[in-house]
């Protein structure tokens, strides 16, 4: 029996640091990584050779080339997915594993997602969309069960 594909996507930064925290499960799976292309991620792509891919690093603050990354990131996850054909989608989140959640729903996949441990009072706008559709939802904090009725409370990832 061949082991389940599992996509892991995180924007970069705290997310993708809570991301890791996953490792131990990626011998488990058939798994690729995927995250933003930054200097501090770069040694990545030796650490997981041939097993991480990278999008185009960006965010709602970059005001004029947002939405032009934002639309590249769309296009390059939905290459990443028909190459993967992931049975499941694990992500802590941002914006960056939006559009891959919403491309895996479509094809089929089980989406998991695992709102930050940096919100321990409010919703990202990420988990507030993929609150709606995931198929397993888990907070981090049990403040958070208010928020998210339907999750599953988890525990810290750290």
Not at 26 to 51: C, M, P, Q
Not at 56 to 78: A, D, Q, R
Request: aromatic fraction near 18%; charged fraction near 20%; glycine fraction near 6%.
């Amino acid at each position: 029996m061949s082991k389940k594909s599992v996509l892991f996507i995180s924007s970069t930064g705290g997310h993708l640091e809570e991301l890791l925290q996953l490792s131990p499960m990626f011998k488990k799976y058939d798994y690729h990584i995927v995250t933003e292309k930054t200097k501090s991620n770069e040694y990545l792509a030796n650490v997981y050779s041939g097993r991480i891919d990278f999008l185009v690093y960006g965010t709602k603050f970059h005001i004029f080339s947002y939405p032009f990354k934002l639309l590249y990131n769309c296009f390059k996850s939905l290459f990443l997915y028909l190459k993967y054909a992931p049975d499941y989608i694990i992500t802590t989140g941002t914006h960056t594993a939006g559009p891959m959640c919403c491309i895996g729903k479509i094809f089929g996949s089980k989406i998991v997602y695992i709102e930050t441990f940096a919100n321990m009072v409010t919703k990202t706008s990420t988990g507030k969309i993929i609150y709606h559709f995931s198929d397993k939802f888990i907070v981090q904090w049990k403040s958070m069960k208010n928020l998210y009725p339907k999750s599953e409370f988890g525990g810290w990832i750290f």
